[in-house]
């Protein structure tokens, strides 16, 4: 869910175009897309593959690839390509994808995020870890781990970014009334 209102959140507070909601749903869509490698595990590649957990799909790489495939795919309100309102959505596309790594380099667990793949399998995490990291199994996320989750990610993301969304909404009114 937080990867999914990250997506909303920073869209929203990026952009003021007035978007269908097929878009928002892709941008819901590809906040979640990297976490599709643990599919990974049932065809037998390890966690700290290239292609592993946290690998090439939570890589910067990854999301520009997808958020030029995904715009090239998807025509939103007749957008041109090349047009500066198709960058500035693959733009959107791309932030909301590389969020995924980047909350996740938040985490206190796991080998870390390769955001260079693939060219460099480095995994990395940021000096500043407040987040507990997620556990893979569904059993294991209704236990007190999961509670000990929630609780990390509302107080240090949905907090801090509800309170920047709000914030720039107010401004952005206040700056109407202006004008």
């Known amino acids: 869910m937080t990867h999914a209102f ?28 990297p976490d599709a490698d643990v599919v990974g595990f049932a065809l037998g590649v390890e966690y700290g593959d290239r292609l592993g957990h946290r690998g090439f799909s939570h890589s910067l790489t990854f999301a520009l690839a997808w958020s030029f495939g995904a715009m090239s795919l998807v025509d939103f309100q007749n957008t041109a390509r090349g047009s500066r309102t198709w960058w500035r959505l693959v733009a959107l596309l791309f932030a909301v994808t590389a969020s995924h790594g ?54 240090f993301i949905w907090l801090p970014l509800s309170v920047l969304w709000l914030a720039v909404a107010l401004a952005r009114k206040i700056l109407r009334k202006a004008n």
Not at 10 to 33: E, H, I, Q
């Open 6 to 33: 990250t997506a909303v959140a920073l869209g929203k507070t990026l952009t003021t175009a007035k978007l269908p909601p097929r878009f928002w749903a892709l941008a819901v869509v590809s906040s979640l897309l």
């Open 102 to 155: 980047v909350l996740d380099a938040l985490t206190n667990g796991g080998l870390g995020v390769a955001f260079f793949a693939p060219f460099d399998g480095t995994r990395y995490f940021f000096p500043w870890r407040p987040l507990v990291v997620s556990p893979i199994s569904f059993d294991l996320f209704l236990s007190n781990w999961g509670g000990a989750v929630l609780l990390s990610e509302l107080k």
